[in-house]
Nanobody
């Protein structure tokens, strides 16, 4: 079955960096687009970035970079110049034949 396992979240100061990872299994990873979403308290889940056909939310353009390693079935999200408003649970996503699969999420907290 499809499994997505995120890691790399944590507490970081404003201006700092974090790199999130998501290891996928149960499907042919290289054949499918992968995305990162996030959900802040009291807000709707929002799309952060997608690869391939790389696309970013306006709020993270120039600061976040999505990448993937098809040999390791892993997608990454490099987050630089973090702001307090980036605080959220970050989720890895894959849509396969119009069905969404999600990881368990990893908490990112940006605070001084």
């Amino acid at each position: 079955q499809v499994q997505l396992v995120e890691s790399g979240g944590g507490l970081v100061q404003p201006g700092g960096s974090l790199r999130l990872s998501c290891v996928a299994s149960g499907f042919t990873f290289k054949n499918w687009a992968m995305s990162w979403y996030r959900q802040a308290p009291g807000k709707q889940r929002e799309l952060v970035a997608t690869i391939p056909f790389t696309n970013y939310a306006d709020s993270v353009k120039g600061r976040f970079t999505i990448s993937r390693d098809n040999d390791k079935n892993t997608v990454f999200l490099q987050m630089n110049s973090l702001k307090s408003e980036d605080t959220a649970v970050y989720y890895c996503n894959c849509r396969i034949w119009n069905k969404d699969f999600w990881g368990q999420g990893t908490q990112v907290t940006v605070a001084s």
